[in-house]
């Protein structure tokens, strides 16, 4: 009548662990935007809320961080972990924001590192160096727990897709076939 499985598999075990895993770093990754300033004489202060994509990043890696740790422990409460599809749909949409953050910050890296002649930006790293060596910190530490989610992603699609046997030929179809 206990709300906890008896019986634990591997995957399980893997999941949560992988959960749990990503959580530090998504929530060091948003320690370090939030605190990632520089002052510069010739050019003023440059804060990392300045940017909307950092903004987006911290959002999404707070959200990230927050469905990690209460999947994490909806694993071992059996009425939810029959749910696979809540898990593989939830799943897959964090991932995938995870990929639009990530891209958000690899652009603003990017621009940092090298402008846009185009529209006369010019980049921004030898006058903030200490700014954007932390910007490649946040980087690492949201690719870690992109990594994270994307094998969380094929675990959930594998514990919901095997549930499903292959699909079977009934008995006229092979008579078809044969002609």
């Not at 603003?108 to 006369?120: A, C, P, R, W």
């Not at 094929?154 to 030929?169: D, E, K, M, W």
């Amino acid at each position: 009548m206990g709300i906890f499985e008896e019986n634990v598999s591997g995957l399980k075990v893997l999941d949560c662990a992988l959960r749990l895993f990503l959580v530090p770093f998504s929530i060091a990754a948003i320690w370090l935007t939030l605190t990632n300033h520089q002052d510069n004489s010739s050019y003023g202060e440059l804060v990392s809320s300045y940017f909307m994509g950092l903004k987006y990043m911290v959002y999404i890696s707070a959200v990230s961080a927050g469905y990690a740790l209460l999947a994490a422990v909806s694993l071992w409460v059996r009425c939810l972990v029959s749910k696979a599809w809540i898990f593989f749909v939830s799943d897959q949409v964090v991932a995938y924001l995870m990929v639009t953050a990530m891209a958000a910050l690899g652009e603003i890296l990017y621009l940092s590192y090298n402008g846009d002649q185009k529209v006369t930006w010019s980049e921004a790293c030898t006058s903030y160096g200490r700014f954007c060596h932390r910007m490649k910190l946040i980087l690492g530490f949201h690719v870690v727990a992109l990594w994270c989610f994307l094998l969380l992603a094929v675990i959930s699609a594998y514990r919901l897709f095997s549930r499903f046997g292959p699909p079977t030929l009934s008995s006229k179809e092979p008579e078809e076939e044969r002609t």
